[in-house]
């Protein structure tokens, strides 16, 4: 497995003339940095103008390994080839490095950069990447794999230091400015004569020009002295899984990426293993946007059992900053709660305080100028008993846990459980299973009175931030809970609703149509008797849906665009199944057969009477639908499936039996539709 790093942009607030001397320092011995031994220039050139000079070296590093891989590989150093390509004009460095000892079992190559800061030319910008390929080396390249990646990470911490300290005794020696290069003028009789000197022999003494406040190097780079700003400090190979992963979902992830503390709270959820973590993000982000919770702080407002009965708020911060959150479990009604709001309400709102959470850490961070990444929780089981251990109450609680665990992932930084009785061993028997190891080592759990004392709340809270109702001296104005009047709790059918509802959510997926902006999805098939089946109900507006065979993958043009401009219909893809006109309020089901495996492309786009559609000619209805369309945008509910064709028949029985029910979402129900591969139609 190739193991690879990426550094985030390190700045070096000088010109980037004085930072290629300090660079310039480091050969052909370095001090300051033990395992170099040294180099030899094995080639040197130089343009005409003198602008563009290459170097190439070769040197050499002492391994630093286990006595029995040295013995192993019979050597005490390896020897690198370096080419350093400085271009004077454009103001940057280009340093590509690989390993000339073992290249035929191990291949480790670097590239590095240096370059003008874009928002402050006195400053100077550094990049570095690497990886390493082991592709055999006598059993133990799992072994060399670690190794080699702790030392190269232990070497770059190391070479930023030793460019700092060169840089330091230029200036200690008055040496603060180097003029940038100019062409000089050439006469025809020393045309060939040697280029201009640059460099040492041209230093002056002088201000480095005027310092501003660091910014980022670029939207979509990370800057390192940003990252130890804002998100903390990170080890290098932690950098680095951050930078890759933020450049991954620049390339792959339509609309706009999450916020970088967000990300690293995935990384550090997985321990930095990259690809479980980019897996878990990329689940959640789908549930995110599924789910619409990024706007769920602007759109949601708890019902009003909730606001008077629902025991917790947010209530300043603790010793170390964070937000505290309070919750007094053992006061609130959790069985009259979810009888009187449904449990996908008491969902929303558990999510809504941890988007508020996630919110409060910003405005914190920004505050304390220091980064605050999660809340401390502070739970009152004062008054648990039986009654909290009501079977749907618990399912509904561990369903909660999971989805938090999955989606908010490292936003706990610590949870003070206060005044636990008898019967919460047995709660936290049901439930701790289902809480991530990391998460439960952040509990801290008090019985009785003796959480005042020494080792308490004390140690994790200030005194005066201590609510009232545990002895302290702030008052709370979190809702003391109580039981819920049974006169609100839900019918009977409306809690059916509440549940169908729900049902819908986790199954069925929202999208939105634009004028000349279609919906696509494509389906991988990977057998060529299988059956494509669909389920989707039209909220708003009029759309148009076919179904198309792709003789190529397409790639994401835009948000659920795939079919690209430059396709011609009949040659890069063609058309199985005629279009299908659905009005508003219409639900409609339907299945394909396929012929062939490859990729299917399932579209929704808008009707436009001036196109036409296969199956119905615009009439005066179509003109008059037009005309009192509400909006430019098509609203509907979708569902696909992919079924071997032995299991078709009864898979879409029950899929038409709940689609029955599921039309009652819309305005209008005025007929459903059902096509098959022969393109029969019923309306």
């Not at 999971?402 to 206060?418: A, F, H, S, W």
């Not at 709340?457 to 001296?473: A, C, M, R, S, T």
Request: one cysteine or more.
């Amino acid at each position: 497995m190739v193991q690879k790093y990426q550094s985030p942009v390190q700045v070096y607030k000088y010109p980037f003339e004085l930072v290629m001397v300090a660079y310039e320092k480091r050969f052909p011995t370095c001090p300051q940095i033990p395992a170099f031994l040294g180099s030899e220039v094995l080639s040197e050139s130089c343009s005409a103008d003198g602008a563009v000079r290459v170097v190439e070296r070769s040197c050499r590093l002492r391994v630093e390994a286990p006595r029995l891989l040295r013995k192993l590989a019979g050597v005490e150093q390896a020897v690198f080839l370096q080419r350093n390509a400085l271009d004077l004009r454009e103001r940057t460095l280009l340093i590509e490095a690989r390993n000339d000892t073992f290249a035929n079992r191990v291949l480790v190559t670097e590239t590095c950069r240096y370059s003008v800061h874009p928002e402050n030319e006195n400053w100077t910008c550094f990049e570095q990447s690497a990886s390493l390929d082991v592709r055999s080396f006598f059993g133990f390249e799992h072994m060399l794999e670690r190794i080699a990646m702790k030392q190269y990470t232990a070497n770059v911490k190391r070479g930023k230091e030793v460019m700092e300290y060169y840089l330091s005794e230029l200036i200690s020696q008055g040496i603060s400015h180097i003029p940038h290069w100019t062409p000089a003028p050439v006469q025809e009789e020393d045309a060939h004569s040697q280029p201009a000197p640059w460099g040492l022999g041209c230093l002056e003494a002088s201000e480095s020009g005027s310092r501003a406040d660091p910014t980022l190097v670029d939207e979509d780079k990370l800057d390192a002295d940003y990252i130890e700003r804002c998100l903390g400090y990170l080890t290098p190979m932690q950098e680095s899984c951050l930078v890759q992963l933020r450049h991954w979902l620049q390339e792959t992830h339509k609309g706009k990426i999450p916020k970088d503390e967000h990300i690293l709270r995935f990384l550090r959820a997985r321990d930095f293993r990259l690809d479980k973590a980019r897996e878990m993000l990329c689940q959640s982000l789908s549930w995110r946007k599924q789910h619409q919770v990024d706007l769920l702080l602007q759109t949601w407002r708890p019902p009003d059992p909730l606001q008077e009965f629902y025991a917790g708020g947010w209530h300043y911060q603790d010793i170390d900053g964070r937000p505290l959150y309070i919750l007094r479990l053992g006061h609130m009604d959790t069985k009259g709660l979810m009888k009187a709001v449904g449990e996908e309400a008491l969902l929303r709102h558990v999510l809504s305080v941890n988007e508020e959470g996630q919110k409060r850490c910003e405005g914190i961070t920004k505050q304390l100028g220091r980064p605050i990444s999660s809340w401390t929780c502070l739970l009152d089981l004062e008054g648990l008993n039986m009654r909290h251990l009501w079977r749907p109450g618990v399912k509904a609680l561990l369903r909660m846990i999971e989805v938090v665990e999955d989606n908010y992932p490292e936003t706990l930084g610590r949870l003070l459980i206060v005044r636990a009785p008898r019967v919460f061993p047995v709660l936290w028997t049901l439930i701790s299973p289902f809480i991530n190891e990391n998460t439960r080592r952040k509990f801290l759990i008090y019985s009785g009175s003796n959480y005042l004392g020494p080792g308490g709340l004390v140690d994790y809270l200030d005194k005066d931030v201590i609510p009232d109702f545990l002895g302290g001296d702030s008052v709370c104005n979190v809702p003391e809970g109580g039981l819920v009047p049974k006169s609100l709790y839900l019918t009977e059918e409306e809690q059916e609703q509440a549940d169908q509802l729900r049902r819908w959510s986790e199954t069925y997926h929202s999208a939105s149509v634009l004028r000349g902006a279609p919906h696509e999805v494509a389906v991988e098939i990977l057998e060529g008797e299988s059956v494509i089946t669909w389920d989707f109900d039209i909220l708003r507006g009029d759309v148009v849906f076919s179904l198309y065979h792709a003789k190529q993958a397409p790639g994401a043009r835009a948000a659920g665009q795939l079919i690209d401009k430059a396709w011609v219909l009949g040659t890069d893809y063609s058309r199985v199944e005629a279009p299908l006109l659905c009005r508003e309020g219409e639900s409609i089901q339907g299945s394909h057969v396929t012929r062939w495996p490859g990729v299917y492309l399932l579209q929704w786009q808008m009707h436009s009477t001036s196109g036409g559609v296969a199956c119905s000619l615009p009439g005066v209805d179509d003109v008059l639908a037009v005309l009192h369309s509400p909006g430019p945008k098509c609203k509907f509910l979708y569902y696909w499936e992919v079924l071997a064709s032995k299991d078709f028949r009864g898979s879409m029985s029950s899929l038409e039996s709940c689609s029955s029910r599921f039309s009652q979402l819309s305005t209008t129900t005025s007929s459903s539709g059902c096509s098959h591969s022969r393109s029969l139609l019923s309306r």
